[in-house]
């Protein structure tokens, strides 16, 4: 775990900056993908609406977040940027590091972290629009994902399990991304598959033949 940590520190402080992923060039600003001007006399149901509806047609992954689960997750998460999340596979688990960087959230796997160290390149990031959280109420979110390695599938996973952690009422569930960030020798990561399996989140994900963690 020392190493890990040693490897996470460094990496942290890389992920001070514009927090782009290398492969990942898109123009992810809110205002590429939606006209802004367009959608100022529609309702918050209505633009998740259509949001949810563009997105089911692409290789990737979406959600509208209420802007209060959405500020009780931001709020966390500059307390603890990074935690460390399982993935269901054929046999046992995957983990991966989710780390925040204002408002994305970068994925790589652990194994892709003990192999490359901090210039392990992130496999998936999800971006939070917070545009309209004031006037509609609600935060876009959308990411992008490198097909090697995770699926559009995998990707909802970890998604539902940023929610799972970061957004949850149950202050012993967020315990376990306190103590991986400040007390990280305390840190067990069998706690986190338990409340995976407790929520059912990966019950239906379908297992690939991709890298496993076997435990």
């Known amino acids: 775990m020392n190493v890990m940590e040693k490897q996470l520190k460094k990496r942290d402080k890389l992920s001070t900056g514009n927090g782009k992923a290398r492969g990942f060039v898109k123009n ?27 997105y089911a047609t692409k290789d990737t992954i979406s959600a509208v977040i209420p802007s209060h689960t959405f500020e009780v997750i931001v709020a966390r998460a500059q307390l603890c940027s990074m935690f460390l999340f399982a993935l269901p596979q054929n046999e046992g688990y995957e983990f991966f590091v989710g780390q925040w960087s204002g408002h994305e959230l970068h994925f790589t796997s652990l194994v892709n972290i003990q192999t490359h160290g901090e210039s392990a390149p992130s496999q998936m990031i ?3 629009y917070p545009d309209l959280k004031e006037n509609k109420g609600i935060v876009l979110m959308t990411a992008e994902l490198d097909p090697r390695f995770i699926t559009v599938s995998q990707a909802q996973c970890l998604a539902n399990q940023v929610q799972l952690f970061y957004g949850t009422k149950k202050q012993e569930t967020f315990r376990l991304v306190e103590t991986f960030n400040h007390h990280p020798a ?25 890298q496993k963690e076997k435990h």
């Open 186 to 210: 305390e840190f067990k990561h069998m706690l986190v598959i338990a409340e995976l399996e407790q929520s059912g989140i990966g019950t239906v994900l379908m297992p690939t033949s991709s």
């Open 28 to 54: 992810m600003s809110l205002g590429s993908i939606l006209n802004l001007e367009l959608i100022q006399d529609k309702t918050g149901e209505e633009i998740a609406e259509l949001w949810m509806k563009y």
């Open 126 to 128: 999800l971006y939070h």
